[in-house]
């Protein structure tokens, strides 16, 4: 079945840099369109990041110029570069694979401190 099971999560200070990976199995990973999606407390689940199976990316207005999405697909891993993070980037992260109604993974808590 379809796993995403994202990691590199955790505790960083403003101005600092995470790097989020997610490792999917269970579909033909190449073919898709993967991203990143996240979640603050008291807030809707909103996308972040999106690239496609040809490795064209979009983000979200509020991400642009700090965060980088990329893929490898012969690791079948999505990866989310995050810099210069700011304290409202807080919230959980979770890889997304666009298909059907979408699949997300568990997500991995981002914590920044200001």
């Known amino acids: 079945q379809v796993q995403l099971v994202e990691s590199g999560g955790g505790l960083v200070q403003a101005g600092g840099s995470l790097r989020l990976s997610c490792v999917a199995s269970?579909?033909?990973?190449?073919?898709?369109?993967m991203g990143w999606y996240r979640q603050a407390p008291g807030k809707q689940r909103e996308l972040v990041a999106l690239?496609?199976?040809?490795?064209?990316?979009n983000y979200a207005d509020s991400v642009k110029g700090r965060f980088t999405a990329s893929r490898d697909n012969a690791k079948n891993t999505v990866y989310l570069q995050m810099s210069d993070l700011k304290f409202e980037d807080t919230a959980v992260y979770y890889c997304?694979?666009?298909?059907?109604?979408?699949?997300w993974g568990q997500g991995t808590q981002v914590t920044v401190s200001s």
């Open positions: 690239i496609t199976s040809g490795g064209s990316t």
């Open positions: 997304y694979r666009r298909a059907g109604a979408g699949y």
């Open positions: 269970g579909f033909a990973f190449s073919g898709n369109d």
